[in-house]
């Protein structure tokens, strides 16, 4: 079954937008038709960013989303730094978990992830080009 990373602007535009690229690879994740990884870094970055957003959500509702992640992702614990994303560093993290956890792709619309294309055996992807995977 195929590994993916997402990016946190991957569960923010599936999660408040139905119908797009994103909530789709959402829906396939939670339909068990791809193994999402993620790490502790990711998921407190999703959190983060959700209690910020300008579309507010109840934090009993980011909780249930963290708590969706955590019960239902290969979650790893990175233990070495990466440094391939120049443009902005806090993007190496997804680079992080797609490498301990084997991932097939990081999914992304970040332009510095996008920027990379791929490192070993991870490539980056859109969420319009992922999709189209399955078609």
Not at 54 to 68: A, T, V
Not at 74 to 87: A, R, S
Request: charged fraction near 30%; include cysteine; proline fraction near 2%.
């Amino acid at each position: 079954m195929m590994k993916i990373v997402l990016d946190t602007n991957i569960f923010i535009s599936g999660i408040f937008w139905e119908g797009n690229y994103c909530s789709q690879i959402i829906d396939s994740w939670r339909n068990g038709k791809v193994v999402l990884i993620s790490s502790p870094e990711i998921v407190q970055e999703l959190v983060v960013t959700l209690r910020d957003f300008k579309i507010k959500m109840s934090e009993e509702m980011i909780n249930q989303w963290r708590d969706m992640i955590i019960e239902n992702s290969k979650m790893v614990i990175p233990e070495f730094k990466l440094d391939i994303v120049k443009d902005d560093l806090s993007d190496n993290k997804f680079f992080e978990a797609a490498v301990v956890g084997e991932a097939d792709y990081i999914v992304s619309q970040d332009k510095h992830l996008l920027k990379v294309k791929e490192y070993g055996e991870v490539k980056v992807i859109n969420p319009e080009d992922f999709v189209k995977l399955f078609d």
